[in-house]
């Protein structure tokens, strides 16, 4: 795990950190895929001094459709009673049926559930931040959320903020901070005050915002996030969503000695997988390094390849030196990430929300390795 790196230039992070609202409208045509932009919010992005009882509003670039954005606003730290909703042309207000607390740092959010009235999303979630004090808090936390089909858009990222005698549980409690990640599997929670944080992922399946236990694929992180008194940013390694049932366990792929030998996962990868075999001459290899400079030396990492069709999976176990050369694996194309086994029972472990018990890391190679029938692909390089 990357240690806490520190802010530098205070004076000019506010203004990195808000996403753009981009003035102007996108031209018309006969059909509009053009996605709909933020234009202009209430308070102004970074504003300090916001009223406590002050109304949010959000201006967008097209008529938006009204039902999907209202499903897709996000206030953090969220607030106890839901806020009321209502429009005006393109403007969207949002008011607080409490009083916003003082001296508090809030992020409002739009994921990308909004859609306009032809039904573009927005191309990435839109986070704007205000202060009801006399400054900004800056802490951030950011990492990616990914599974064996590769980086996974619009995953719910949910942030506690730990207390003495309290450990969250997602099934149960309401999060402190709520974003989602972007079509790359990236999130950003920003404007965090200064704290020990708890960071869950989950795929919002019946759409109900909430996290449903045994149904929908949950990520626990590795660690907590800490953010200290100065503005602080907080990079974690990524997480990775799972079905946490119970009643079945969860299978990780088959490692192999004579690697011509390779698992084939069935669509539903929690049932019973079987073996099959492929001709040495027609499979193809990986080599890369692994950087683990950060983790222990004596550290155990295994590599595993997914098969973007889901017709095989593989495990590696990558050399201590860190540098690596595959058995053979069948030609296609691959999600490809490495796992810290820290327990060292040869298999990935996912951990559980509560109690809790923290996932081994797990880091994933960007985008997808093409597999060549007797060539080797190489720099498939993967650093924690």
């Known amino acids: 795990m990357n240690k806490i790196l520190a802010f530098f230039f205070l004076l000019s992070i506010p203004l990195f950190l808000c996403s753009c609202a981009k003035q102007g409208f996108p031209p018309g045509g006969p059909v509009d895929k053009t996605p ?11 504003f300090t001094g916001v009223s406590p009882e002050t109304q949010i509003e959000v201006t967008f670039s097209k008529r938006m459709e009204r039902e999907s954005v209202q499903k897709a606003v996000y206030i953090s730290p969220v607030l106890e009673r839901p806020p009321e909703l209502s429009w005006k042309g393109r403007t969207l207000f949002i008011k607080s049926l409490q009083r916003f607390s003082t001296d508090r740092t809030y992020v409002v959010t739009i994921g990308t559930g909004a859609q306009d009235q032809q039904g573009n999303p927005l191309a990435k979630p839109y986070s704007f931040a205000f202060s009801t004090g006399s400054r900004m808090d800056l802490g951030e936390i950011s990492g990616k959320v990914t599974t064996p089909a590769g980086p996974q858009a619009r995953a719910f990222v949910w942030a506690y903020r730990l207390e003495p005698g309290k450990e969250p549980d997602p099934g149960k409690g309401n999060p402190d901070y709520i974003t989602e990640t ?7 929670l920003r404007f965090l005050s200064p704290g020990v944080y708890r960071v869950f992922a989950f795929l919002d399946k019946d759409g109900d915002r909430k996290y449903a236990p045994e149904q929908e694929p949950l990520a626990v992180p ?9 503005a602080d940013s907080v990079p974690m390694t990524d997480l ?20 011509i030998h390779l698992e084939v996962p069935p669509s539903d990868s929690l049932s019973n997988s079987w073996l099959t075999t492929a001709r040495k001459d027609s499979l193809g290899f990986v080599a890369g390094e692994v950087d683990a ?15 973007t069709d889901g017709a095989a ?6 050399p ?17 990430w490495t796992f810290w086994d820290k327990n060292g029972n040869g298999k990935q472990d996912y951990g559980r929300p509560w109690p809790y018990q923290p996932a081994e890391p797990v880091i994933s190679f960007p985008g997808t390795v093409g597999v060549r029938s007797r060539w080797t692909t190489e720099k498939v390089d993967l650093k924690f």
Do not use: M, W
């Open 36 to 46: 709909p932009e933020v234009v202009s919010t209430s308070p102004l992005c970074n």
């Open 182 to 188: 972007d079509g790359e599997g990236d999130y950003f």
């Open 293 to 307: 400079e950060v983790l222990d030396p004596e550290a155990e990492i295994y590599l595993r390849f997914h098969k």
């Open 320 to 336: 201590r030196e860190g540098k690596y050369l595959t058995g053979g694996v069948l030609p296609g194309t691959y999600f490809i």
């Open 222 to 230: 590795p660690t907590d996030a800490t953010l200290s008194d100065s």
């Open 240 to 259: 990775f969503p799972v079905v946490r049932d119970t009643t079945r366990p969860q299978l990780p792929a088959v490692e192999i000695p004579d690697q």
């Open 313 to 318: 999976e593989y495990r590696f176990k990558a």
